[in-house]
């Protein structure tokens, strides 16, 4: 087939253009039906959490036995980005994150056999280390409440039973329970009955753990056949345990476990209790479960799932009457309302663009072009799809963001067969080969240059690169469908509107432009034009103009994200590290009864021992405490956006006062509230990070830190990562009392460990694959009655003895020196050091504020401190300097590989810097439309700027294309430039007024797009009104003197 034949099957017949429009709708509409759909994209970082219990170790000794060893073995772990740790008590809890770059499947399998490395260094009685994934937003996607009227063991083992069939979907990682007392079996030793028999309690966990055995004794062969020999020595009914013999008296009478021990089945000691309100309604106690997924799975299906089971459940025979469940929390409905948001922004976008498009063009080519849009956004759905994207807000950011840019080939191309049908009188098939051959390399190299200057934004680096990467990949495939539909189906298709219409005459809009164009020639042939020294004066003008917005700029503050209106809001009530649970359900009760009654909370949830899940929303808040006495959590839920007067984030002040008012009579509590303010991560912003050998040393440092960061206005929720020190009584054992009375160390610790504690000593085995109950041994204390726990009175602990190997009693006085000291509740490394991390949030203030006024102080107090301890910034500013330094570079090289295209499209490298210099005139309307309305420069605005360049670009090199036309024609290079600046006047501005009528929607909408949207907004405004002067007068520059040929 020649090149003729081919131009006519690809731009005049109708077979191609069809067959492609039926791909791109019908795929378009099955990729939108079959994609994931999330809210934010599920970044696939590599990080997990290592878990190691050593159950009753002091937080220092699992620091130096636990943590230590499993750093050492982590630390030089191939990709590692952060190391970061917390030792409690009990609990070693490892927070590992790689670079951002580094495949799952392989960094997860290297970290594991670096776990299996430094686990060989645990002590006997270390638990096996739990390695769990997690995802960068690590918070459940659906939340739900059981509550009702039924006894507590029927409640405890249906609330396990649910959990267990949840947790056996392929696409659920975890369930998270709150308020939840797990079913066990106690034993509880009565002192009184041990000291009257004389039997240590160390002889009645023996017995336990001897007898609870079930092991094979290998096979018996009795000649025709083989019996396989198995001694079911395990507990699994309650009297048998009851019945076990402990010791012989020596009247030979046979003491068992039920003569000195309460053995019974019940729940487990309560450790935190969950409450539920819905519009205003008082506080009902319940469970909560919490549904988190696993990454790449589609949380809308998901959730759908976990709702249709949870339907299911209620009518099976296990489901008990009485029982009730709620939705406290569903991401799904949240997801789904941003989508709605979003594709209204969208589709008013577009409708407005087709408004704007029926002014420009005739109504039959403003269909044309405004029904080419959605099919270029189907197209991009259909590809992304095929590659295994999701469908989330990034992606429709994209979308929009490439409205304005690929409105532009559709206009030219528009104009063009416009231009060809009705002025020039062609037929068809000639208007339309006659467009290709005039627009297709303009409009190629236009593209080009645009999708060079999106595309380097996929190579910025860091989670907030990854967090963004679909906007330029999304903007990119639809310029580049864009031209493909401009050519191959707008152009064949639009006979069946275009080749039978008739116009005699020019339309008004044709009349208008004329007009504008021919007084903007003459305005400037009589003045911009006029010689080259007047020209000049035009261009170092527009530089100095330029230079002054970038001082403007440069008093701007700048941040991370922006706020977003999320609509979840966790807050933690901290209490005195000394709290109990009863002095924490008090004060909850009392801030639950405050926030229960605000008109803009759908329902609150309420917690007592534990902080909300949603509080919880960064790997490094999983290393604290996040389950203690001490701690109230709330999660609040506010209404949708239309029945609230604020954004969520603005009643964080209001809510702040109204609860230190209301518990204005509570010594020492501290308040932390978490909202949902959108970004890669839900960290705080400010944390500064101080590192050192001596805890005691580093805490008093952060404390001087707190107190001047708490200083500044506009800095919340100052706090260290530790919280308050813990009163610890620290025992020593006296050696030689030990000794005389043949008592050994581990003995010693092992009694005065069942007079305080409910550890676990076995199973009790239950019937099928259930799972079996822990067999919890303690001490019967009269002042506790039915709660599980150590002695509450002086009383009792006067009555701590301990037996000798003789049966003697001793009291424990006579054996123990004590001190009462303070010590951390917990020991954070970061790198395998020690540290400290001072946290904030901001309001009002960016965090590069913030660091401006403490830096100096710090800077000051490092120079006093001894040698070792040092302090480093992390949270947005590490983040931002990551982020930041990689878009500078990819802004650098996005001119670069613009500059090098054009340079081969002009075949001028002075062209290219005409084109150029539409770049800072852009800027100039960013730069003072941020410094007039006062916009903190952000990372969406930079990527704003990254788009703007390649607008701004196209509009320059149609212009320059135009004017190099008119030359060509033997026009006078004055002359020509004029008449290319009034030739391309509409387009170019038909261009800006698209792209700005596409974007506004978005960037009112939501405040976290609305610096993206708005840098380019302002950018075209500065430049399509300088441009129409500026390049024409840089092109004459740039032109030899007294030559009417381009350079």
Same mark, same amino acid.
């Given at each position: 087939m020649n090149k003729q034949g081919l131009a006519h099957k690809l731009f005049v017949d109708k077979v191609i253009s069809t067959l492609l429009l039926a791909i791109l709708l019908v795929g378009g509409v099955l990729a939108y039906s079959g994609m994931l759909k999330e809210n934010y994209p599920d970044l696939e970082i590599p990080q997990a959490i290592i878990t190691v219990e050593w159950p009753g170790a002091a937080a220092e000794q699992v620091e130096k036995e636990v943590t230590k060893p499993l750093e050492d073995a982590l630390n030089g772990l191939q990709g590692l980005k952060k190391l970061q740790s917390g030792s409690q008590f009990?609990?070693?809890?490892?927070?590992?994150?790689?670079?951002?770059?580094?495949?799952?499947?392989?960094?997860?399998?290297?970290?594991?056999?670096?776990?299996?490395?430094?686990?060989?260094?645990?002590?006997?009685?270390?638990?096996?280390?739990l390695i769990e994934q997690v995802s960068v937003n690590d918070t459940p996607v659906i939340e739900f409440m059981l509550y009702g009227s039924l006894d507590d063991t029927s409640f405890s083992q249906v +609330?396990? @039973? !649910?959990?267990?069939?949840? =947790?056996? %979907?392929?696409?659920?990682?975890?369930?998270?329970?709150? #308020?939840y007392r797990e079913t066990v079996v106690h034993v509880r030793m009565l002192p009184h009955r041990l000291r009257s028999l004389k039997l240590s309690p160390s002889l009645v966990r023996q017995r336990i753990e001897e007898a609870n055995l079930d092991t094979s004794w290998g096979e018996y062969d009795d000649g025709n056949r083989i019996h396989r020999l198995y001694l079911a020595g395990r507990f699994d009914d309650i009297r048998a345990l009851q019945q076990l013999p402990i010791a012989r008296l020596s009247d030979n009478r046979l003491i068992r476990l039920e003569e000195v021990a309460l053995v019974y089945k019940g729940l487990d000691k309560v450790k935190s209790e969950t409450y539920f309100s819905e519009l205003?309604?008082?506080?009902?106690?319940?469970?909560?479960?919490?549904?988190?997924?696993?990454?790449? +799975?589609? @949380? !809308?299906?998901?959730?759908? =799932?976990? %709702?249709?089971?949870?339907?299911?459940?209620?009518?099976? #025979?296990?489901?008990?009457?009485?029982?009730?469940?709620?939705?406290?929390?569903?991401?799904?409905?949240?997801?789904?309302?941003?989508?709605?948001?979003?594709?209204?922004?969208?589709?008013?976008?577009?409708?407005?663009?087709?408004?704007?498009?029926?002014?420009?063009?005739?109504?039959?080519?403003?269909?044309?072009?405004?029904?080419?849009?959605?099919?270029?956004?189907?197209?991009a759905l259909m590809i992304l799809g095929l590659f295994g994207y999701t469908l989330n807000t990034m992606m429709i950011i994209g979308m929009v963001l490439a409205l304005g840019m690929l409105v532009d080939v559709f206009i030219l191309v528009m104009e063009g067969m416009h231009d060809n049908l009705y002025s020039k009188r062609l037929s068809f098939k000639e208007a339309a080969l006659a467009t290709v051959k005039t627009y297709a390399m303009p409009a190629f190299s236009g593209q080009l240059t645009t999708i060079l200057a999106m595309a380097p934004m996929m190579a910025i680096g860091g989670v907030d690169g990854k967090f963004i990467r679909l906007i330029p990949i999304t903007a990119v495939l639809c310029l580049v469908l864009s031209y493909l539909i401009a050519f191959v189906i707008c152009i064949p298709l639009s006979q069946y509107l275009l080749s039978n219409a008739k116009q005699t005459q020019m339309s008004r809009v044709d009349r208008l432009t004329q007009i504008a164009g021919q007084s903007l020639q003459r305005w400037l042939n009589r003045f911009a034009l006029r010689s080259r020294r007047r020209a000049g004066a035009w261009v170092a003008g527009s530089v100095i103009v330029w230079l002054i917005s970038i001082g403007l700029m440069s008093t701007l503050p700048s941040l991370l994200y922006p706020k977003a209106d999320g609509r979840n809001l966790a807050i933690t009530i901290e209490l005195g590290?000394?709290?109990?649970?009863?002095?924490?359900?008090?004060?909850?009760?009392?801030?639950?009864?405050?926030?229960?009654?605000?008109?803009?909370?759908?329902?609150?949830?309420?917690?007592?021992?534990?902080?909300?899940?949603?509080?919880?929303?960064?790997?490094?808040?999983?290393?604290?405490?996040?389950?203690?006495p001490n701690l109230v959590g709330f999660s609040a839920l506010f209404v949708p956006k239309d029945e609230r007067s604020q954004l969520a984030y603005e009643y964080v002040p209001e809510l702040r006062a109204g609860l230190n008012e209301t518990l204005a009579d509570v010594a020492g509590i501290t308040l932390l509230f978490t909202p949902e303010v959108g970004g890669s991560s839900n960290d705080d912003p400010v944390q500064i990070v101080l590192s050192g050998s001596d805890m005691a040393q580093l805490s008093a440092y952060a404390s001087q830190v707190q107190q001047q960061l708490a200083?500044?206005?506009?800095?919340?929720?100052?706090?260290?990562?530790?919280?308050?020190?813990?009163?610890?009584?620290?025992?020593?054992?006296?050696?030689?009392?030990?000794?005389?009375?043949?008592?050994?160390?581990?003995?010693?610790a092992s009694q005065l460990r069942l007079a305080t504690e409910a550890d676990e000593y076995g199973k009790f085995k239950l019937a099928?694959?259930?799972?079996?109950?822990?067999?919890?041994?303690?001490?019967?204390?009269?002042?506790?009655?039915?709660?599980?726990?150590?002695?509450?009175?002086?009383?009792?602990?006067?009555?701590?003895?301990?037996?000798?190997?003789?049966?003697?009693?001793?009291?424990?006085?006579?054996?123990?020196?004590?001190?009462?000291?303070?010590?951390?509740?917990?020991?954070?490394?970061?790198?395998?050091?020690?540290?400290?991390?001072?946290?904030?949030?901001?309001?009002?203030?960016?965090?590069?504020?913030?660091?401006?006024?403490?830096?100096?102080?710090?800077q000051a107090w490092q120079q006093t401190w001894p040698e070792g301890y040092r302090y480093s910034y992390a949270g947005e500013a590490e983040n931002a300097e990551e982020t930041y330094g990689s878009a500078g570079m990819v802004f650098v090289l996005a001119i670069m590989m613009v500059f090098a295209v054009l340079t081969l499209a002009l075949?001028?490298?002075?062209?290219?810097?005409?084109?150029?210099?539409?770049?800072p005139l852009a800027l100039i309307g960013t730069f003072t439309g941020f410094w007039v309305f006062q916009i903190p420069f952000s990372f969406p605005a930079m990527i704003g700027l990254i788009a703007l360049v390649g607008i701004v670009v196209n509009n320059a090199i149609v212009m320059l294309d135009t004017i190099n036309s008119h030359i060509k024609a033997g026009v006078g290079l004055s002359d020509a430039c004029?008449?290319?600046?009034?030739?391309?006047?509409?387009?170019?501005?038909?261009?800006?007024?698209?792209?700005?009528?596409?974007?506004?929607?978005?960037?009112?909408?939501?405040?976290?797009?609305?610096p993206l949207c708005f840098a380019i907004i302002f950018g075209l405004l500065a430049s399509t009104l300088v441009a129409m002067i500026v390049i024409p007068a840089m092109y004459m520059l740039v032109s030899r003197p007294l030559s009417d040929k381009p350079v």
């Open positions: 009990s609990y070693a809890v490892i927070a590992v994150e790689f670079k951002s770059d580094e495949p799952m499947n392989e960094a997860m399998q290297r970290l594991r056999a670096k776990v299996d490395e430094g686990k060989a260094e645990f002590p006997g009685a270390v638990k096996n280390p +609330v396990k @039973t !649910i959990e267990k069939r949840l =947790e056996a %979907k392929p696409g659920v990682k975890k369930v998270d329970k709150g #308020g205003g309604e008082p506080f009902t106690q319940g469970v909560s479960l919490g549904v988190k997924k696993r990454p790449g +799975v589609d @949380t !809308i299906t998901l959730i759908n =799932e976990v %709702k249709a089971a949870m339907a299911e459940y209620q009518t099976q #025979g296990f489901w008990p009457d009485g029982l009730k469940v709620q939705i406290i929390s569903d991401e799904s409905a949240l997801i789904d309302e941003s989508f709605a948001n979003v594709f209204s922004n969208i589709w008013q976008a577009m409708l407005a663009v087709f408004i704007i498009l029926m002014v420009l063009l005739t109504w039959r080519e403003a269909l044309i072009a405004g029904t080419a849009i959605p099919l270029t956004f189907l197209g590290p000394d709290a109990t649970l009863a002095q924490s359900r008090s004060v909850a009760e009392r801030a639950g009864a405050y926030l229960a009654t605000q008109p803009y909370f759908e329902n609150v949830t309420m917690y007592v021992g534990k902080k909300s899940p949603r509080a919880i929303s960064s790997i490094s808040d999983q290393l604290l405490l996040n389950e203690n200083t500044i206005n506009g800095v919340t929720d100052v706090r260290n990562n530790l919280g308050a020190w813990q009163s610890q009584v620290r025992l020593t054992a006296n050696r030689e009392a030990l000794n005389f009375h043949g008592i050994t160390e581990q003995d010693f099928g694959t259930e799972d079996d109950l822990k067999i919890r041994l303690s001490t019967f204390w009269e002042s506790r009655d039915e709660e599980i726990g150590g002695p509450k009175s002086l009383a009792e602990i006067s009555l701590i003895s301990l037996f000798t190997p003789q049966g003697e009693l001793v009291p424990g006085g006579n054996l123990v020196d004590y001190e009462i000291d303070a010590v951390p509740p917990l020991y954070t490394h970061a790198q395998t050091q020690r540290a400290i991390t001072i946290k904030a949030k901001v309001e009002g203030i960016t965090v590069g504020e913030v660091i401006a006024q403490l830096d100096p102080h710090l075949g001028s490298f002075k062209q290219p810097l005409v084109v150029l210099f539409t770049i004029a008449r290319g600046a009034a030739d391309r006047l509409r387009p170019i501005i038909g261009t800006s007024i698209t792209t700005i009528v596409g974007l506004v929607p978005l960037g009112l909408s939501d405040p976290t797009w609305f």
